[in-house]
């Protein structure tokens, strides 16, 4: 994957430097943070440890709860379609707003906006034997979710992450984020996507390492409707009739960096995952797949799993 990688970048960058197309020239820079990711692995051992240390935190304050801590590096057909995917929108929005397009500069500012290259993932769940008669499991569930999430920002922050404000707003807020942290989090789960997607997120600067995290946080059914559930197919489903939409209103010819980020995503989408010869990588199909490289589902990394304490010892 990382020649693929490599000669991607490089033949973009050539074709950027011909046609002195500085979109193509961020893209390819891009592209470098996504290999500087997966050649230099070093720094992920102390930022996976620092945040390690919010999990054991956790299995002594909640024993009982089950949880689970995820990490992952974002996969190279997931962020080519991030990528691609904000120059639509950027320009669309532009254009509707502005009557014209933006110039060359305003889509590269833009860009900088990749901030969960690198994202962590906490979701708990509340086993049914600690439920008292009488109390919803959800309700409960959410209680400990917002509890944890107001440690979260204070507890990194000791550890060398500082927490990033948000782009959310609210006009009125009535879910569990205490005041200190509102400005941090966006939450999805008081204001779910229309995919109906739950979650809370939240974006660290990791001073140490450099470099910027995402942390989400969620329950184990909000963690299943985005995996399996409707969400899964949603967001994709949406995403493809969006992009025919701005398509039909930004006419070929007119913009060339939506012509060809329009182009690019559009192939991607359109992917035979069958065919691709990739080392550590096999699909029978989009469905059927064996990443073992990170190519479609992303690099894993940070695995810990906490099992709810005296659970067998009660169900029994």
Do not use: W
């Amino acid at each position: 994957m990382l020649k693929i990688l490599l000669q991607y970048s490089s033949d973009l960058k050539e074709e950027a430097i011909k046609s002195h197309n500085s979109i193509d020239l961020a893209h390819s820079n891009f592209l470098m943070q996504i290999i500087e990711l997966l050649e230099h692995t070093d720094f992920l051992s102390s930022q996976s440890q620092r945040i390690k240390e919010f999990y054991l935190y956790m299995t002594q304050k909640y024993p009982f709860l089950a949880f689970t801590f995820k990490g992952r590096i974002k996969s190279l057909i997931r962020s080519e379609e991030k990528f691609n995917g904000y120059i639509l929108e950027y320009i669309y929005d532009f254009y509707k707003e502005n009557g014209r397009y933006p110039s060359e500069a305003e889509i590269k500012n833009n860009l900088n906006c990749f901030r969960d290259l690198i994202a962590y993932r906490i979701v708990l769940s509340l086993p049914k034997c600690h439920i008292q008669n009488g109390e919803s499991r959800e309700e409960q569930e959410l209680k400990y979710l917002y509890e944890i999430a107001n440690k979260l920002p204070e507890f990194l922050e000791e550890k060398g992450f500082s927490p990033q404000l948000s782009d959310a707003s609210y006009e009125v807020y009535t879910g569990g984020l205490n005041e200190n942290n509102i400005s941090y989090y966006r939450d999805y789960v008081q204001i779910p996507r229309p995919s109906g997607y739950r979650s809370l997120h939240i974006t660290f600067y990791d001073n140490l390492t450099r470099c910027y995290t995402e942390l989400q946080l969620r329950t184990k059914d909000m963690d299943d409707y985005a995996e399996i559930g409707d969400a899964n197919h949603f967001g994709y489903e949406k995403s493809q009739e969006l992009n025919r939409t701005r398509a039909d209103i930004i006419r070929p010819g007119e913009c060339k960096y939506f012509d060809e980020a329009y182009e690019r995503l559009i192939k991607l989408q359109e992917l035979d995952l069958s065919g691709v010869d990739v080392n550590m990588f096999k699909a029978y199909s989009n469905h059927l797949i064996n990443d073992g490289c990170g190519l479609f589902r992303g690099r894993q990394i940070l695995p810990f799993e906490h099992l709810s304490r005296f659970q067998n010892d009660l169900i029994g």
